[in-house]
């Protein structure tokens, strides 16, 4: 069966750091990959997605993924984070040949921005 | 536009009860999932409905977990006789077309058995 793995479950940073969040799936065959973010109180949005192409993928917020289909991995990253990036994100991924619209998440991972 | 829209937000019920819940899609959007999220387990996949196609059900835990989409619209997540581990927050996604497509989700209903 497919799984996500995120490795953190929870990030401290200090405002202007830079984040990377790890995303490691398993799944030999064609994925679409996306990250969602949930902030508090709030709903479950998508910051960005790979279906193909450029493998850096850049969304919502100063954002961006990297897709590497060797290492099976989709780790987010921002250069720089501010305060109001505090929320727990998760990585997805819908294996496109068997699972119709299923999206598969990682556990998620808390990240605190310090002001 | 309005979102997808979920009811109610928050349901308390006493183990052995049956509860419903209740999930409004984005007007247009043809493709609707549940999901599951709770402490222990993350963000868990629970059945998937796409147009007119049987839906996959495949992530339903057990029999007392059954859903229906009426009209190609709303939807129903039903758990019967339900158990304390049942506690968790049932979000409700829908997208365009299914499949690939973006899905967008509810606020979710926190559902506590006591």
């Known amino acids: 069966a497919q799984s996500v793995s995120q490795h953190n479950h929870h990030v401290i940073l200090s405002e202007a750091a830079s984040l990377e969040l790890g995303c490691n799936y398993s799944y030999g065959g064609t994925v679409n990959l996306f990250w969602y973010v949930q902030y508090p109180g709030q709903h479950l949005q998508l910051l960005l997605k790979y279906f193909s192409g450029d493998p850096l993928v850049k ?17 987010l990253r921002k250069p720089s984070v501010q305060w109001s990036d505090t929320a727990e994100y998760f990585c997805a991924v819908n294996a496109i040949h068997n699972q119709g619209g299923k999206l598969i998440f990682g556990q998620g991972t808390e990240l605190s921005v310090k002001p | 536009g309005a979102g997808v829209s979920q009811s109610p937000s928050n349901k308390v019920t006493e183990k052995g009860k049956d509860v419903e819940l209740r999930c409004d899609p984005i007007s247009g959007h043809t493709a609707l999932y549940w999901y599951r999220q709770s402490l222990g387990q993350g963000l868990e996949f629970l059945i998937y409905f796409q147009g007119n196609s049987a839906p996959d059900k495949s992530g339903l835990p057990s029999d007392r977990f059954s859903a229906e989409r ?4 709303v939807s129903t997540l039903t758990i019967q006789r339900t158990q ?3 506690s968790a927050v ?5 997208s ?17 058995v006591l």
Not at chain 1, 59 to 75: T, V
Not at chain 2, 96 to 112: A, E, I, K
């Open chain 1, 59 to 75: 969304g919502i917020k100063g954002f961006e993924a990297e897709f590497i289909k060797s290492k099976f991995s989709f780790n």
């Open chain 2, 70 to 73: 009426t009209g190609g619209s």
């Open chain 2, 84 to 86: 304390q581990e049942d």
């Open chain 2, 90 to 94: 049932y979000l409700c996604a829908s």
């Open chain 2, 96 to 112: 365009l077309m299914g499949g690939s497509d973006t899905q967008y989700f509810g606020p979710g209903t926190r559902l506590t």
